[in-house]
Each structure stands twice: as C-alpha cells, then as structure tokens.
C-alpha cells in the first residue's frame, strides 16, 4: 500500500510533516538556537520517514522492519535524552506515536464484537461452543495461576536489599507532566478528541464479549433466515483484516516513535535503583514464555515452536511496542489465522476473550511487584498475605482490560486487600513502562498458544495460509 502512493507526493508530506514536529518539538524556544534546532531536527524527522516510509517498506517484509524500527527507537531515544534533545521525541515524534496508536484502537470494539460473532457462529453447534469454551477457560485460568504461582516462588528466593523509600523521587513517573507544550496537548487533548472511536465508545469489552457470544448462538439458532446477516458479519470480518493490514503498513514508524518516545522519557538508568524487583519480573516473564512455548505448545499443541514464533513475530512486536493486548489484537488475529494458520472460528472466539481475560504477565508481574513493595513497607505478608496475592491477581487480571498501565490499577486492588500502602505504587511507577512492554508480550503469547492448544484438542488441522507460506519463505 505504501509503494502505491507517488513517490513525490509521498517526500512533499514527509517533509511537511518534518517540519511541523520540528516546530512543535523546537518552540517555544529553550535556548538562543532555536532556528538551527529547528533545521536539525526537521533533517532528522524527515530521515526517519524516509527511512521507514520510503526504502524499507521497498526492502524488508513487515516483520523485519517493525523490528528495525524498535532497535533503532531504543538507540534514537537513548541518544536523545543524553544529548539533551528529548523534546523531539516526547513533543514531536510522540504525535506519530498517539497517532498510530489511536488510529489502531479505533476499530478495536466492533473487531471485537464481529469476531467473537464469527467465531461462535463458525463452531456451530451448542456441544462444540461449550467443549471449546470450557477449554479456553480452563487454559486461560490454568496458565494464569501458574504465572502467579512462578511469580510468588521467585520473588521469594530472590535475596532482598532493602530499597530506601525516599529513591522513589529519583523514579520518574511515566505520567510525569511537565508544563503542558503545543506537542504534548495534541498527544493528550486533541487527538484522543477527535479519533474517539464513534462505535461502542467506552463500553467494557467483557460486555462487548458477552453479547457478541450471545448474538452469534441467536444467528446461528435462528437457520436460514439469518444466513444474510451471517455472510454481512463475515464480510465485515473480512474488510477489517484488510483495514488492519492497511494500518499496520504504517507501523514502523509508529514504532519507532513509541519507542523512541518511552525511551527518552524513561532513560534505561534508573532502572538500576529497582533492579533486583526489576531482575525478578524479567527473569519470570522469560521462564513462563519459556513454558508457553517449549512445554505446553509442543505438549498439548503438538505444535514446533520455531514454526510458531516466525508465524506470531509481528503480534510479539506489537505488543512489546504498544503495550496493549487490544491494541495488538487484530495483529494477532492475522498472524495467527494467516500465518500459523489455526482455526478460523476457534482463532476469532478465543483471541478476544483471551486479550481480555489472560494476562499471564500481568499477573505474574503484580504478584512479585506486591511482594517486592510489601517489603519495602516492612508489610508481614505470611502465607495467608501471599494466597490473598494468589485470589486477587487471578480473579481481577480476568476484568482488566489490555491496555498500558492496567496493572497499576490491579496493583491497587491487591494493596488494598493485602494491607500495603497505596503509594507504594509509587516506587514501582518507575518500572513499570518498560515491564508493561515485556508482559504485554507474554500475555498476547498465551493467548496464541491456547488457540493451539484448544485448536489441537478439538482435532482440528493447522497449517498457513499459502500466500504466507511464500512470504514467510521470503523473510
Ligand atoms: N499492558 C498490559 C496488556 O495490555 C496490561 C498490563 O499489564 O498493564 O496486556
């Protein structure tokens, strides 16, 4: 889609668009330069959109250039919050960033709906809809409480220094605001605005499942008659993959802007002054994708790993770059109908319920980050403070929704019930945005795997689609 466009046209926007963030990024003026910062950072803007609008998308597949953009957004942001340049990422490039972001979101609750409609109607009959939903809620409270259950051992086993509640000050909250520049209240304000999604707006997605599943088991009772409206919501199923693909052509630059942007707004020092808590989440969240993907996919999936993760490689991108189960979700729907090749019913009724209800990051993560604040409050947790860690991870991880930051909120519960002080999260808060990137990854994995894993259970073949086969050949 990108290679469609005119190349000149496509420069002369580049080169607008270059120069608005620089302006944005680069007034009002800090210092006695700002026409050169200006120049400079035009320069800059208008090499990344060459870059990752123009020649790589004649290059590279997708999956390749998603991940060049989030390298080299690591290394951009990291360059520009020591060279003192920050504002160009949190003022300019942020905009791009939002900008994707909310564009992706937009569709997210009719996707939703309409899937979840497909793939109950697609599994047919009642006995079917109850083996595979029984199975998706076993799998999906299963792997959860196993995430807990490897979050709680490791965090205690790790060795613990205590940490002084007074470095919470030297963490910077990803919410953090300075006074609010031109660049950061069309990020906050007038964006989020006008790209308010005009279908379901803030309905709960657990309702949004709920009545797509009771929609599909009316159409599919109804026979006949509602064959029409059947073949519509294929349709619709249809052109919102192709809405999707269409978005995601532009994700490496959105990419690269989110990364560059949480990067420089976060540094990776500070992460030094929580590394043992910081050590002990990383440290679970590879153990248990480890599990997901070595044990349980090729066990109960009868699935190669390595055939698996060349197939999911662009949901995992997205998810560790927006950090936002729903906001990967149609990415994950792609990859793995198109390119593992699962199941197309069982793929669309599980993937949705699955960014809702399974977080087997997130859970792990709030069960060690409760520990880790707990001792630093000298809070006596016990066993019986530890199964009220257990209890509440699981059940609220089922109604938080995929987006950044859930856990704060989850965390928050989990306090409240274990007897921790609340600003406590505050010393967490530092963290958090980076940890959210890799639970968000293993969340969206586990989702992936259980359509294996239920897909093989109910017998059902699984292998990609042929126009992937020769892309995936490709990469
Ligand atoms: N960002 C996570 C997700 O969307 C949720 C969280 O852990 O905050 O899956």
């Not at 605005?193 to 657990?206: A, E, F, G, V």
């Not at 790993?305 to 990967?328: C, D, H, V, W």
């Amino acid at each position: 889609m990108l290679k469609e466009i005119p190349p000149t046209k496509q420069t002369v926007s580049f080169l607008v668009l270059s120069f608005f963030l620089a302006v944005v990024s680069s007034w009002p003026p800090a210092d006695h330069i700002p026409f050169v910062r200006t120049i400079l950072y035009a320069l800059f803007s208008f090499a990344i959109f060459l870059v990752f609008g123009y020649i790589l998308p004649r290059r590279l597949s997708l999956a390749v250039q998603i991940l060049f953009a989030l390298i080299s957004g690591i290394i951009a942001g990291q360059f520009l919050r020591i060279t003192d340049h920050s504002r160009l990422a949190t003022d300019g490039w942020g905009i791009i960033g939002t900008l994707f972001l909310l564009v992706l979101k937009l569709p997210i609750l009719p996707l939703i709906f309409v899937s979840i409609v497909c793939g109950v109607v697609g599994i047919g009959d009642f006995k079917r809809l109850g083996a595979v939903g029984t199975k998706t809620i076993l799998y999906y409270l299963g792997t959860t409480a196993l995430a807990i259950l490897l979050g709680l051992v490791l965090v205690n086993i790790v060795p613990f220094d205590k940490v002084p509640k007074d470095n919470t000050h030297t963490v910077s909250s990803p919410n953090d605001s300075s006074p609010q520049s031109f660049g950061r209240k069309i990020q906050k304000e007038i964006l989020p605005h006008y790209l308010k999604s005009p279908i379901m707006t803030d309905q709960n997605p657990l309702t949004v499942i709920l009545f797509g599943i009771m929609m599909g088991i009316a159409l599919g009772a109804t026979g006949t008659k509602a064959q029409p409206v059947i073949e519509v919501f294929r349709g619709l199923d249809t052109a919102f993959a192709y809405l999707i693909q269409g978005i995601m052509q532009w994700a490496p630059l959105g990419v690269f802007a989110l990364m560059t942007h949480s990067i420089t707004e976060q540094g990776i020092e500070y992460l030094i002054v929580l590394a043992r808590c910081f050590l002990t989440v990383i440290t679970g969240l590879l153990l248990h994708f480890g599990i997901l993907i070595f044990v349980l996919l090729p066990v109960l999936g009868k699935f190669s790993p390595r055939q698996f993760l060349k197939g999911i490689a662009p949901a995992i991108e997205m998810a560790f770059s927006t950090s936002s189960s729903n906001a990967t979700l149609p990415v994950s729907l792609e990859c793995m109908a198109r390119r593992v090749g699962t199941d197309s019913s069982v793929t669309h009724f599980m993937l949705p319920l699955g960014a809702t209800i399974n977080m087997d990051g997130t859970a792990l993560y709030v069960a060690v980050a409760s520990v880790f604040v707990a001792r630093v409050y000298d809070v006596p947790l016990g066993l019986s403070g530890q199964l009220v860690i257990f209890w509440t991870a699981l059940l609220v991880s089922i109604g938080t929704a995929g987006v950044p930051g859930a856990s704060i909120g989850l965390l928050g519960v989990i306090f409240q019930a274990t007897g921790i002080p609340l600003e406590g999260i505050s010393i967490i808060l530092g963290v958090d945005r980076i940890l959210d990137m890799c639970r968000t990854v293993v969340n969206i994995t586990g989702d992936c795997v259980g359509v294996v894993v239920v897909s093989h259970s109910e017998g059902l073949a699984i292998s990609p689609r042929r126009d992937t086969v020769e892309e995936n050949h490709r990469e």
